[in-house]
């Protein structure tokens, strides 16, 4: 979503999340009430069409929401980006025999187009995978509160704690030195 609002973002790849009918169902994919309110309804589709005409790779799947990505939501986006005479800068990555991941299938075809659109020279990076004796190190899972952007609202997480222990202390300290 930062893409449709910051020129800054040259290149978008937004990965089994782009659909018509779907919205997401956990805070990562459907984040504050943006899709409907008293005012509005949208969609992932109509969001991301927001994009045009920057390049874009939709990646999608057979065995998740996005299964249905190459007959509906991209040639909507290829229309959105004629508008703008850049029907170029739009693609798909259909991988329908795969499920609802960011692996290394879907994580090549972002590499690819995002070198493509960026004049970056992939066969050197791959090349360099390729002559790396070092395996890469293991990933580091966070906690839930770490990833928070406002820890200290959730009770869960020590920032809460370490606050709701200062606001207690403060409640029972007496005013003005009075009991």
């Given at each position: 979503?930062?893409?449709?609002?910051?020129?800054?973002?040259?290149?978008?790849?937004?990965?089994?999340?782009?659909?018509?009918?779907?919205?997401?169902?956990?805070?990562?994919?459907?984040?504050?009430?943006?899709?409907?309110?008293?005012?509005?309804?949208?969609?992932?589709?109509?969001?991301?069409?927001?994009?045009?005409?920057?390049?874009?790779?939709?990646?999608?799947?057979?065995?998740?929401?996005?299964?249905?990505?190459?007959?509906?939501?991209?040639?909507?986006?290829?229309?959105?980006?004629?508008?703008?005479?850049?029907?170029?800068?739009?693609?798909?990555?259909?991988?329908?025999?795969?499920?609802?991941?960011?692996?290394?299938?879907?994580?090549?075809a972002m590499y690819r187009?995002?070198?493509?659109?960026?004049?970056?020279?992939?066969?050197?990076?791959?090349?360099?995978?390729?002559?790396?004796?070092?395996?890469?190190?293991?990933?580091?899972?966070?906690?839930?509160?770490?990833?928070?952007?406002?820890?200290?609202?959730?009770?869960?997480?020590?920032?809460?704690?370490?606050?709701?222990?200062?606001?207690?202390?403060?409640?029972?300290?007496?005013?003005?030195?009075?009991?």
């Amino acid at each position: 979503m930062l893409a449709q609002w910051d020129s800054r973002v040259v290149v978008s790849v937004p990965v089994v999340m782009v659909s018509a009918h779907f919205f997401g169902g956990c805070a990562c994919e459907s984040g504050r009430p943006i899709h409907r309110t008293a005012d509005c309804f949208a969609n992932n589709t109509e969001i991301a069409a927001l994009m045009a005409p920057r390049p874009m790779l939709i990646i999608s799947d057979g065995k998740d929401w996005t299964t249905y990505v190459p007959d509906v939501e991209y040639p909507f986006l290829q229309k959105v980006y004629a508008f703008y005479e850049r029907t170029a800068n739009v693609a798909n990555a259909h991988l329908a025999t795969e499920g609802h991941d960011y692996g290394p299938s879907k994580r090549a075809a972002m590499y690819r187009f995002v070198a493509e659109h960026l004049k970056l020279n992939l066969a050197a990076v791959q090349d360099a995978q390729a002559r790396s004796t070092n395996p890469k190190p293991p990933s580091k899972l966070e906690k839930r509160c770490a990833l928070l952007t406002s820890p200290g609202l959730y009770p869960e997480c020590p920032a809460w704690r370490r606050r709701h222990r200062r606001r207690t202390a403060e409640v029972s300290e007496p005013l003005n030195g009075k009991a």
